[in-house]
T-cell receptor, first 115, second 111 residues
Framework: ETGVTQSPTHLIKTRGQQVTLRCSSQSGHNTVSWYQQALGQGPQFIFQYYREEENGRGNFPPRFSGLQFPNYSSELNVNALELDDSALYLC??????????????FGPGTRLTVL | GENVEQHPSTLSVQEGDSAVIKCTYS??????FPWYKQELGKRPQLIIDIRSNVGEKKDQRIAVTLNKTAKHFSLHITETQPEDSAVYFCAATPYAGKSTFGDGTTLTVKP
């Protein structure tokens, strides 16, 4: 196992609600990236945190926000949930360096269902 | 931004045959190309990766080739086994950790 953990495993919410997903990075890793994986598709990059600062964002609206804590764990918050937010949310941790070649290790994901 | 296309979307082979999955990318700044295997209900697992200064890399039955001029890279699995059945994703990474993934290839290996 890679050591990246996520909680909760599954979550059911209704439209308009807010949700917080959590990720603990692998020991020694200071970078966490979040991805949304809709059914039958590849993961889509949401944003990345490096040493507690947002370090890049994909094509997601501002209601997707995040945090990284001093221990490098991270949260993904989604406000005003929509039906299309139903997906598997994956976090991946890596040992951040410049150059774009860091190997990422994925957590098991949180399955979010919005009704 | 980066755009990754992956083909085929489904692939069925007989046990023992080879399987090839191809990806193209658009951003010439991409310099890291991982491949992931994802079994149903599980996390993507890195199976092999290649960096832009290498044209080919092999790990037992799995190999990856990269052509930076043409902006394409491929996964080759030889002597396929039923346990190789899964969804395979390619990804292109121009900046640390910000990977763009293909839409996946569902590989079925028939015994």
């Amino acid at each position: 196992e890679t050591g990246v953990t996520q909680s909760p495993t599954h979550l059911i919410k209704t439209r308009g609600q807010q949700v917080t997903l959590r990720c603990s990075s692998q020991s020694g890793h200071n970078t966490v990236s979040w991805y949304q994986q809709a059914l039958g598709q590849g993961p889509q990059f949401i944003f990345q945190y490096y040493r507690e600062e947002e370090n890049g964002r994909g094509n997601f609206p501002p209601r997707f926000s995040g945090l990284q804590f001093p221990n490098y764990s991270s949260e993904l918050n989604v406000n005003a949930l929509e039906l299309d937010d139903s997906a598997l949310y994956l976090c991946a941790s890596s040992l951040g360096h410049s150059g774009g070649t860091d190997t990422q290790y994925f957590g098991p994901g949180t399955r979010l269902t919005v009704l | 931004g980066e755009n990754v296309e992956q083909h085929p979307s489904t692939l069925s082979v007989q046990e023992g045959d080879s399987a090839v999955i191809k990806c193209t990318y658009s951003d010439s700044a991409s310099n890291y190309f991982p491949w992931y295997k994802q079994e149903l209900g599980k996390r993507p697992q890195l199976i092999i990766d290649i960096r832009s200064n290498v044209g080919e890399k092999k790990d037992q039955r799995i190999a990856v080739t990269l052509n930076k001029t043409a902006k394409h890279f491929s996964l080759h699995i030889t002597e396929t086994q039923p346990e190789d059945s899964a969804v395979y994703f390619c990804a292109a990474t121009p900046y640390a950790g910000k990977s763009t993934f293909g839409d996946g290839t569902t590989l079925t290996v028939k015994p």
